[in-house]
């Protein structure tokens, strides 16, 4: 079934539903993207449609008009790469795509708070938004938070890191993926990173929050990796080819080891 048709009338964006919309899901499922029909335009369509763009060399703007759908059917269709790097990189969950749309964010230079991290805060309401007033309070888990919610999924709903271990709806995985959440203990605390690959040095290498005061990817020693691996259970898990630091894809860095996550 072509998409063409179904936005001729104009473009599906945030907050659309129907069955153009599902139709739009399937062929976002089809090359790659952890959707199922739904039928809402919601976060995780928003952030797969985006993602999408970017890599078709599409403007980015979330909305599915005439280029996206005319795009989307060649991609699901096998006529065109649907993106413009190596195929595995497609099945990048959506939670760790929308935290790496946020690398470079940072906190506010000395008593200025950064406005997107407290409103990250306000986004997530209960407890985090109740706590969380300043950006010079930890704010990995925060982000992690917000990455999920970003998607439609729920996280832990706290600030601590650690609680990334088992105290939220995941499951535990047998080893390390690209994206699972893999808390560790830090002096004074923990600290939560996504899993991106494995460096050319051995190193696991992790997106996060409040790594030097921002996000970024970073390389970890797999010696701090002993909290476990963790996925959350309402999305299927990752086929076992995928799991295991052999597998994990190589993200080049300095070899410096992600030290300051306070």
Request: aromatic share 6%.
């Given at each position: 079934?072509?998409?063409?048709?179904?936005?001729?009338?104009?473009?599906?964006?945030?907050?659309?539903?129907?069955?153009?919309?599902?139709?739009?899901?399937?062929?976002?499922?089809?090359?790659?993207?952890?959707?199922?029909?739904?039928?809402?335009?919601?976060?995780?369509?928003?952030?797969?449609?985006?993602?999408?763009?970017?890599?078709?060399?599409?403007?980015?703007?979330?909305?599915?008009?005439?280029?996206?759908?005319?795009?989307?059917?060649?991609?699901?269709?096998?006529?065109?790469?649907a993106v413009g790097?190596?195929?595995?990189?497609?099945?990048?969950?959506?939670?760790?795509?929308?935290?790496?749309?946020?690398?470079?964010?940072?906190?506010?230079?000395?008593?200025?708070?950064?406005?997107?991290?407290?409103?990250?805060?306000?986004?997530?309401?209960?407890?985090?938004?109740?706590?969380?007033?300043?950006?010079?309070?930890?704010?990995?888990?925060?982000?992690?938070?917000?990455?999920?919610?970003?998607?439609?999924?729920?996280?832990?709903?706290?600030?601590?890191?650690?609680?990334?271990?088992?105290?939220?709806?995941?499951?535990?995985?047998?080893?390390?993926?690209?994206?699972?959440?893999?808390?560790?203990?830090?002096?004074?605390?923990?600290?939560?990173?996504?899993?991106?690959?494995?460096?050319?040095?051995?190193?696991?290498?992790?997106?996060?929050?409040?790594?030097?005061?921002?996000?970024?990817?970073?390389?970890?020693?797999?010696?701090?990796?002993?909290?476990?691996?963790?996925?959350p259970s309402s999305?299927?898990?990752?086929?076992?080819?995928?799991?295991?630091?052999?597998?994990?894809?190589?993200?080049?860095?300095?070899?410096?080891?992600?030290?300051?996550?306070?």
């Amino acid at each position: 079934m072509s998409l063409a048709p179904l936005v001729a009338a104009g473009p599906l964006r945030f907050g659309a539903s129907g069955d153009a919309v599902r139709q739009i899901q399937l062929a976002l499922r089809q090359i790659g993207y952890s959707l199922t029909g739904t039928g809402w335009f919601g976060p995780a369509t928003d952030t797969a449609v985006e993602t999408f763009q970017k890599r078709a060399g599409l403007v980015v703007d979330g909305e599915v008009g005439p280029k996206t759908a005319v795009a989307l059917d060649l991609a699901a269709a096998g006529k065109a790469q649907a993106v413009g790097a190596p195929a595995q990189e497609i099945s990048r969950p959506l939670w760790l795509e929308a935290g790496i749309k946020l690398i470079g964010t940072k906190e506010g230079a000395g008593a200025k708070d950064n406005p997107s991290i407290i409103q990250w805060a306000k986004d997530e309401g209960g407890d985090i938004a109740a706590e969380y007033t300043h950006d010079s309070i930890p704010w990995c888990a925060l982000f992690a938070n917000h990455c999920l919610t970003k998607v439609g999924l729920k996280g832990t709903g706290t600030l601590w890191a650690l609680d990334f271990a088992g105290h939220w709806p995941a499951v535990k995985l047998a080893g390390p993926a690209v994206g699972a959440f893999a808390p560790m203990k830090r002096t004074g605390g923990g600290h939560i990173m996504m899993i991106v690959g494995r460096d050319q040095h051995g190193n696991v290498m992790g997106l996060g929050g409040n790594q030097s005061d921002a996000v970024n990817i970073e390389p970890f020693a797999v010696s701090r990796l002993n909290q476990g691996f963790w996925w959350p259970s309402s999305v299927p898990m990752p086929p076992a080819s995928q799991i295991g630091i052999g597998h994990l894809p190589i993200v080049q860095s300095n070899g410096k080891l992600s030290t300051n996550e306070a």
